[in-house]
């Protein structure tokens, strides 16, 4: 996924098993998304996120200002609670956003 250097826009994501099938979410408790540039060993955001629709697996976060301050490739990934067993997704692969850089600074 790309975003634009500065951007603010909540981004969503679906929980899929193994076979791609959407996982249903209704009895987990707290949803957190992180976030840590390529290359780094500290997360830019780790915060949490919100459940959009439960039953269909849609997690969703919204982005404050400074999470896409910097320009580049990042990895992403969703940790969902289940009562104290935690379920990160992507389960089999890696969400790549990529932080467009802005053509302008913020004033």
Known sequence: ??????????????????ENRPVDL???GTVGFYMIKDGDLTPTVAASASMKSAAVG???Y????GDTDVAGMYRAEWKID?????VTY????ILW????????ALE
Do not use: K, W
């Open 82 to 86: 289940f009562s104290g067993s935690v």
């Open 26 to 28: 209704s009895s987990a």
């Open 97 to 104: 956003i990529y932080i467009v850089g802005a053509t302008h």
């Open 58 to 60: 849609l997690v969703e």
């Open 1 to 18: 996924m790309r975003i634009r250097q500065y951007d603010t826009y909540p981004i969503e994501y679906r929980c899929v098993d193994e």
């Open 62 to 65: 919204q982005f404050v200002e």
């Open 90 to 93: 992507p389960r089999n692969d």
